[in-house]
DNA sequence: CCAAACCAATCAATCGTTTGATTAGTTTTG
DNA sequence: CAAAACTAATCAAACGATTGATTGGTTTGG
């Protein structure tokens, strides 16, 4: 059937994406993927047609899903921009599931000096979402909401710079917190609020030196 | 002679930090390691054991570096609590050499499942900086130079993760900075004092409710 | 029956590592 | 002092193991 041969295509990705972003692409081995995958060594090469098309193929069943997180928040006009800003966050922040190792995956394969064409691809899909950030500070600083010698490109470090640092490091983020990132139900319940409270108030008093942090 | 000797595996040192940063350790062969070196292949295991010796070697040069990094800032009492704060950013972005490959190292190699034993060193050093800033922060909110509804914990995370984003990113950074982050003239004049003036400004502003920024 | 799906066996290439020989410099010995 | 013994450094060559990829044939489903 038509829908097994997906439902499988789509294990084999589930497989691999776990496994690269364990271990990195060089180190995860064509073997190792199939065999946790259960399926014979020939059927990535015959699906996938190389190794690295199956990495690529990783990253393209991921690439929608990626390019929805962009929905076209800056160019709602009924909304302030401290609040475009604050559902961007609240996004963000959502779609942080440390569990997904999709993150690790593009942040480890971005920092290689190696090339690949997928390089390119990579940072043009993560350029959408800076200057997504980018329009909405700078539309804030021309309608008076923000002050006017922020520093927006810094800013955008800040927040993706924040959010990878849990994700990338969650040994130590484990250790600082005092409870493992990785648990899920301590990440649902209380590390994902208290995330969205911080970056909140970070921003808020550095864009608008609001004290009113009502919490 | 005995210089001699250290110069030249200080030499190879040199040349496996910079392939193994680029590359990964999985990434790079030790045949081009000792290509890249100009020595026989063989060297390599001579002085160094295995190539998970020589990348072991490779860190442990550079530990040395990284404990005097934290110079007990903290326990000078003559400096108020905010302006050891500002010498702990000042000293974090004037080792931030982006050329230095040693930082990537480590961030992909803790990224990584837990497959050192190594692992647990290097988390140990890193905690030693956290703690460095944290007992700063819990200092500033005692003596109420901070306020007292500050989040320490996410606030090293934005330290550390704005700074390691530029650097583990630096294809982005450049695209976002409309420089080449990695070009050292515009590293050292324009983007260091640039970074540390928005880091200051952004600590300040959330720590401090002081509108007062002057620059 | 035929094409698609699948698999065991195998490919050449590359991996990290080891080997045995050679060199050069130092120490020991007669 | 000079010959002999020893040592560390270096090298080309080869090792077994593993890599990603391919083959040729078998099974399966429509």
């Not at 190792?101 to 979402?129: A, P, V, Y």
């Not at 955008?156 to 493992?180: C, E, Q, R, V, W």
Request: glycine share 6%; with cysteine; aromatic share 10%.
């Amino acid at each position: 059937m038509d829908k097994d041969k997906i439902d499988k295509k789509d294990h084999i990705l589930d497989v691999a994406e776990r496994v690269f972003s364990d271990l990195g692409f060089d180190g995860a081995s064509t073997r190792m993927i199939s065999g946790e995958a259960g399926v014979n060594m020939a059927m990535l090469n015959y699906y996938f047609g190389s190794k690295e098309g199956l990495f690529l193929a990783v990253f393209e069943r991921k690439i929608s899903s990626f390019q929805t997180l962009l929905q076209n928040i800056g160019n709602d006009e009924s909304i302030s921009s401290w609040d475009k800003l604050e559902k961007c966050i609240d996004n963000y922040v959502d779609r942080m599931i440390v569990n997904n190792c999709f993150q690790k995956l593009i942040n480890r394969e971005m920092s290689m000096g190696k090339r690949w064409d997928l390089t390119d691809k990579i940072t043009e899909i993560l350029m959408i979402n800076v200057m997504e950030l980018k329009k909405i500070f700078e539309e804030g600083i021309k309608n008076g909401s923000f002050r006017k010698d922020i520093d927006p490109e810094l800013m955008i470090a800040t927040i993706f710079g924040t959010k990878n640092y849990i994700i990338n490091a969650p040994h130590i983020a484990s250790l600082m917190l005092g409870h493992d990132i990785r648990d899920e139900k301590f990440l649902e319940e209380k590390f994902k609020p208290r995330f969205k409270t911080y970056m909140k108030q970070l921003l808020k008093s550095y864009l608008m030196n609001d004290n009113d942090y009502n919490k």
